[in-house]
């Protein structure tokens, strides 16, 4: 089946950026999206090296906007800064 998708540059941008990252054509990448989000079909992760899923992984965790590109100091997560008031 072949189905034509209008994307905006941006969007057509990333993906093939992300194809290219991981060594995919562009077509094959988005087949492979499609795939993943259709009830049903098996996880392709059962077929993928530990290296692929590892960076199958750092992909999925790279996608996030808001996320920490920094790590939180031994400080915040000490039992007194749990349990640290305002008033304090």
Request: hydrophobic share 40%; proline share 7%; no cysteine.
């Amino acid at each position: 089946m072949t189905i034509q998708i209008e994307l905006k540059p941006e969007i057509e941008a990333e993906l093939k950026a992300r194809a290219q990252k991981n060594g995919l054509p562009l077509i094959q990448y988005v087949q492979r999206i499609l795939e993943q989000h259709v009830p049903g079909q098996e996880v392709e992760s059962a077929m993928m090296t530990a290296q692929e899923r590892a960076k199958a992984f750092q992909d999925w965790a790279e996608s996030f906007p808001n996320r920490r590109t920094t790590p939180l100091p031994d400080e915040a997560l000490s039992r007194e800064a749990f349990y640290q008031t305002d008033a304090e």
